[in-house]
């Protein structure tokens, strides 16, 4: 496994859960504080606090201390690293399948022209 492997499993793993993706979704729009991403979640704050740790190590968002208070913001470079992936897996595949529909279309084209003189001789 290398590097890029390595974070992109680390990101599409933190990407995986409903809170996680839920949290994401409340420091993008902000910078917050830890008790506030976990007002809404009948979860402890610990149970909070291991979830943002997740999309910590995957670099989706950044923790900083002020004083006594937890802030997380968030860094868009992995989720923009995961979608050039999607995106040149999608590429590639369109690109295979496109592929394979001319091939069958030929197989087809080549193929109609017998059937049909098939057809006459009976």
Same mark, same amino acid.
């Given at each position: 496994?290398?590097?890029?492997?390595?974070?992109?499993?680390? !990101?599409?793993?933190?990407?995986?859960?409903?809170?996680? *993706?839920?949290?994401?979704?409340?420091?993008?729009? #902000?910078?917050?504080?830890? !008790?506030?991403?976990?007002?809404?979640?009948?979860?402890?704050?610990?149970?909070?606090?291991?979830? /943002?740790?997740?999309?910590?190590?995957?670099?989706?968002? *950044? *923790?900083?201390?002020?004083?006594?208070?937890?802030?997380?913001?968030?860094?868009?470079?992995?989720?923009?690293?995961?979608?050039?992936? /999607?995106?040149? !897996? #999608?590429?590639?595949?369109?690109?295979?399948?496109?592929?394979?529909?001319?091939?069958?279309?030929?197989?087809?084209?080549?193929?109609?022209?017998?059937?049909?003189?098939?057809? *006459?001789?009976?």
């Amino acid at each position: 496994m290398n590097e890029e492997t390595g974070i992109l499993d680390l !990101t599409m793993t933190a990407l995986a859960h409903p809170t996680r *993706r839920a949290i994401l979704q409340r420091v993008m729009r #902000r910078e917050s504080r830890v !008790t506030e991403l976990a007002e809404p979640f009948a979860i402890s704050l610990n149970a909070v606090s291991k979830h /943002i740790s997740v999309l910590e190590r995957a670099g989706l968002v *950044r *923790r900083r201390r002020a004083w006594r208070e937890h802030w997380v913001s968030f860094n868009p470079v992995p989720l923009d690293e995961a979608a050039a992936w /999607i995106e040149k !897996t #999608r590429s590639f595949w369109t690109a295979r399948l496109d592929a394979l529909d001319a091939l069958l279309k030929a197989e087809d084209a080549a193929a109609s022209p017998q059937s049909q003189r098939k057809g *006459r001789r009976t």
